[in-house]
């Protein structure tokens, strides 16, 4: 499956690939609830938030996809809040044990899927050393989330996206 | 001097920030200093507290580690206050920053500073310092030791260097630092506490393992 996340507000031709066989579009409908560090998708309900809202399955959605498209505005060289919360609720797709990776502590897979992860930033002002931020969260994120490939890009408007996308 | 305190962990109590917090406050609370405390749990800062926040001297946030990044709604919060300080230029106010991550290493909060420092420049703000501090969820553990002695030795020397640059209203590099605590022995005893929480919740040790 094919899973987009994206905070677009007009996003006519998202809707569209939502339409689309094995195609999953996470979107903003301002009903999303903040994570609360409750640790609760790992020790009460595992691999599921519990916060019921639509956004309460993100662990199983990342189970099934096998291509994470995400589309986000960036902010200081991160997400913003939206898609970052979406991920922020998404750690039930990871299990709460560790792992020592390149010397490293992190959290040891859930789910045996391969993810190939691609990031596009979009905004006016974004400056070099937020691109450089970026580049290096994505690659931290690819690296926590256990994606087999990553590739970050940045646009100033959203027609650009589309070019890439398309 | 006024110096604001804000917890930006959506934990209302018992979270790591608040003891780092607690502990610079006694640190920076000579009785001459107008210290105010804060606590952003959601994305919704008031005008109020921004029209606060504008007047202070320093600013010291203290959250945990998302995704790598800063929590959700607390970047609400930022992005709010990038708008209401950009709109006054009138200002002189130094930023410090501790984000603490649940990993061992405290380099991996590297990133989150890096945002705080972005931030920072888009606000009109001035960076004084970040710290990371590593095996964060063992704060609430340690809040008995005595100061600057045991596993809190590297932590309590990198809040007092912290709170020295906060007192001169300096910058200086950001220091990441782990705990004086080995980092299998961290290992062993975070997992050991998710397995006892999956028991108090009524499942199996194996439920961990959950597939969905």
Same mark, same amino acid.
């Given at each position: ?11 006519? /031709? ?6 689309? #066989? ?98 596009? /930033?979009?905004? #006016? ?17 690819? /690296? ?9 890009? /940045? ?7 589309? #070019?890439?996308?398309? | ?104 290493? &405290? ?94 919740? &009524? ?10």
């Amino acid at each position: 499956m094919k899973l987009i996340i994206h905070d677009l507000e007009n996003d006519c /031709f998202l809707s569209k690939a939502n339409l689309l #066989e094995d195609t999953m579009v996470i979107s903003d409908d301002g009903s999303i609830h903040h994570c609360i560090g409750c640790f609760g998708c790992w020790v009460k309900t595992p691999g599921a938030c519990v916060i019921r809202d639509k956004y309460g399955d993100m662990g199983e959605y990342l189970s099934k996809c096998n291509e994470l498209i995400i589309i986000s505005k960036c902010c200081y060289g991160g997400f913003s809040p939206f898609v970052k919360n979406v991920l922020d609720r998404s750690i039930s797709y990871i299990l709460p044990y560790f792992v020592i990776k390149n010397g490293e502590m992190h959290h040891k897979r859930r789910y045996k899927n391969k993810i190939n992860l691609r990031v596009f /930033f979009y905004g #006016e002002n974004i400056t070099d050393r937020e691109k450089q931020t970026a580049e290096k969260l994505v690659k931290a994120n690819s /690296f926590n989330f256990h994606c087999e490939a990553y590739s970050v890009s /940045f646009a100033d408007n959203i027609m650009e996206i589309k #070019e890439k996308l398309i | 001097m006024k110096i604001a305190l804000i917890n930006g962990s959506p934990r209302i109590k018992e979270s790591a920030s608040s003891y780092i917090l607690k502990d610079l406050k006694s640190l920076i609370d000579d009785g001459q200093n107008i210290i105010s405390e804060y606590h952003f749990s959601n994305p919704q800062v008031g005008e109020k507290y921004m029209n606060e926040l504008i007047q202070c001297d320093a600013i010291v946030f203290a959250f945990p580690l998302y995704v790598d990044g800063i929590p959700s709604h607390l970047l609400n919060n930022l992005i709010k206050l990038e708008m209401f300080f950009s709109l006054n230029k009138e200002k002189d106010i130094m930023v410090y920053s501790i984000v603490n991550c649940g990993f061992y290493e &405290g380099h991996q909060a590297k990133i989150a500073i890096e945002m705080m420092e972005n931030w920072c420049k888009k606000s009109g703000l001035k960076w004084g310092q970040g710290l990371g501090i590593g095996a964060g969820a063992m704060m609430p553990f340690l809040r008995n030791i005595p100061a600057g002695s045991g596993p809190k030795k590297n932590i309590d020397y990198a809040v007092n260097q912290l709170a020295c640059n906060i007192l001169k209203s300096s910058s200086s590099e950001n220091i990441f630092i782990s705990p004086n605590f080995p980092g299998f022995l961290y290992r062993i005893t975070a997992e050991m506490s998710f397995r006892r929480n999956i028991k108090e919740n &009524g499942l199996k040790v194996r439920d961990i393992y959950t597939r969905i």
